[in-house]
Each structure stands twice: as structure tokens, then as C-alpha cells.
């Protein structure tokens, strides 16, 4: 019997007599339970990123507010609400989701350039820890509707310091001036000082989130000592400060390379923050949960045109949008391999759209109709990105916790399709 136990995605998916598993659970098995498409996930590689990142930030009080829109299911913000985690959200659903899970408010951070006033009043209510505000109009809308409601709202500022971001993708690098993210650098200073004269508004800290999937220190250095000096500058005009929030970002293995080590990256950021007497807040989403996630799809055809071979799977763009969307690399697994030859596909899904694929070009196995095959790493913005196109129904997804695995969003059904539309 083989079982791998190195790298994390090993320990996660181990392969045992040869089939893929999820921790303790053969793959078929969860298939034979709740069929394809299906994302699975190891709730033990989920706990063991959390325990990581904890202890890398041990030597200063810190708060890990798990990105939500990496992946909200439920069961996912319980585990990790379990070890202590809070939460950073960008919506009013999200902080639905995080309260429901029982994250607690004084635990969550509110992100996002477009905040309603709604949302910002149902985050107002619940007492959340702070708002990232993002601009100027959103700094007075808070502050009226805070003093509307009798209260003030811990603020931080968003600010855009400006970096080029290594990230593998344009979209999702938030760091530069030309993104829609942040307050100008420029302007910071100044709007720091309005706020703090703003009846509506508490001052609480600063904030910064430079993009995703970065698998180098040096960018969050560079972050951090933009946030420091100007928490230096706020001190001096006498701006109290209680926490720097460095945002999300670190980045995970997709090809099987190293994913950023916790313990590197706090060594750079975690001795600055400490001599600053500060509270360090940080925002991860995909480095908790991405390597903890497959998804489980069956191959319907495969042909054979235009000198490619499709392998064609009953998932597809809208269950996984990250290859097309972002040009996006995720392993495909043969669940069990047969030890047949190798070959170029393209594995492709079933909506209509030339850009609906999970691997182009991929060298794997050959699979055989009736197969099932497993694309790796999609823990963080699989489903979550996840739409019901071409009328798919959405994905069940399971929690799978040593040799036990929990329904923990069941499939959902034409019906559900429909559910919100009113007939004429
Ligand atoms: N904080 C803020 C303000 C964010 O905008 C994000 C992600 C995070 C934290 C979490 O970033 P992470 O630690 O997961 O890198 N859908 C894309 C990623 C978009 C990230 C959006 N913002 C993808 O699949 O690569």
C-alpha cells in the first residue's frame, strides 16, 4: 500500500493502493454517496494552514480574519471560526454567513470599494470589529449614518501604497495607483485627519491588501513600510492607532512548488509590526482553504478533432471558473489510474463557450468515458465563483475530517433554478 504523506496536497489527497482519497475516504466512495460534479475538502488541511499562520504570528496580538469570499460555505467558516478565526467580508451576505457560522462580530473586518448603505448599517448593528473604508464618499456616508444611529464606527483606511504586485494575473493585482482599490497615497494623510474630526467616525487603523496568490515576501515588506511610516505620521498629529491589517494574499502551490511559508513571511513583517505595539490583522483566504479543495468530475466523452483530443467531464466553466477566468492551472488526477498511455487532451466542460475548460494541453492518462478525474487546489474561489450558466444546478460540496465525510451543500435541483423567478 502507497501512501504519500509530503507535500500538504499529498497529506490532504493521499493516493492508498493507488486510488485518490481524501484523507481517510476513497474518492468513489464520496462519488457513489452524492455523484459529480463535487467539491470535497480536507477539513484537516484546512485546520493545519490555520495552525500555521497562528502560530507565525504568535509573538504579536494579531486577529486572522479569513477571507470569506475565498470560500463561505459554512462548514468551512465553522472550522475555522472553531480555531479562533475572524473574518473579512465585502458584502452584507457575507456577513450573514460569517454570523451564522458563529464567527463574532468583534472579529470581522468589512472590505470592499462598494459598500451600501444597508450593508454598512446591518455591519453597524452587529458591531463588527472595523470598515475598511475605501473612499472619501464612503467615509461621510459611514460617519452619518454611525451618528444616525447613535453611534460611531471603527475606521480603518484602505490605502493604495502604490506597488506593482508579482501576481500571476492583472486581475488580481489590487496594489497599483490604476486599480479601483484604496485611497491614493497622496491623499491618506489628509484623510486621516478629517476622519478624526468626523463625529460619526472612531479612527481604529490602517489598512492595505495588495493582491493574490503572491508567492514572495518582498511585495508585503514593501506594504508594511508604507503602513509604518504612515502610522509614524499619525502618531506625530496625534491619530490613535490600535491595528495594522496587511490584508490577504499569500500564496499557495498550484504545480506542486512551495506555497509562501508563514514562518518566513511573519519573520520579515512580524518584528516590525511588534515594535509598533500594534494589534496585526491579516486577511488570508486562499492560503487557508485552497489546497484543501477537489473537485470530483466524471468524463461523459472523449474525441477527437482539429488534431486535439477533448476529454470531456460533466463539470465546466460554471463550476469552476478559475482556468478560463484567469488562465488558472489546476492539477487533474485520474481518481485511479489504469496505467494506460499518456497523451495531450484539452479537458473541457459542457457548456457552450469555447472558453469553458478545466486544462489545456494537459499531458495526463488518457481517461476512458465513465472515468473520474480530480482537479486539484480549488478550495479557494471554486465554488465560491461558481454560477448555475447554461442552467447547471450548482455542486454538492462535502466536508470529509479523518475517515468521516458530511453533506455539507447538498446538489442543487432544477427547482432551485427557479425558485426566485415570479411567473407572469
Ligand atoms: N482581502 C481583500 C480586501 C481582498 O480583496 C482579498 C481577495 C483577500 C483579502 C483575500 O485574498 P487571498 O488571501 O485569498 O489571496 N478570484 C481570484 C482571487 C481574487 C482575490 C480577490 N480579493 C482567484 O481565483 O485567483
Redesign the pocket.
Known sequence: MENIAEPLAAEAFPRVGGVLHCENVPMQELVARWGTPLYVYSQNAIRDRFRELDDALSPVPHLIAY?V??NGNLAVLRTLADLGAGA?I?SGGELHRALLAGIPPERIVF??VGKTVIELAAALSAGIYAF?VESEGELCALSDLACAMGTRAPVAL?VNPDIDTPT??A??R?GHAATK?GIAAARARTLYSIAAKMPGVRVRGIDV?I????LEVGPFRQALDYVLDLAHELKREEVELEFLDL?????ISYEGGPRISAAEWADEIVPAVAATGLKLVV?????LV?ESGALLTRVLYVKEGGGKRFVITDAGMNDL??PS??S?WHAVEPVEPHGRARGHVDVVGPICETGDFLALDREMEVPKPGELLSIMTVG??GFS?SSQYNQRPRPAEVMVDGAEATLVRRRETVDDLVAAEMDL
Not at 493582491?211 to 503572491?214: A, F, L, P, V, Y
Open positions: 477571507s469570499k475565498a473579512d465585502v472590505s470592499g475598511n484602505r500571476p494575473h486581475y488580481t489590487t482599490f491588501h493582491g493574490s496568490q503572491i490584508g490577504g494574499g499569500l500564496g486577511e488570508p483566504g486562499r492560503f485552497g471558473l478559475r477566468h484567469y488558472g479557494a474561489y465563483m
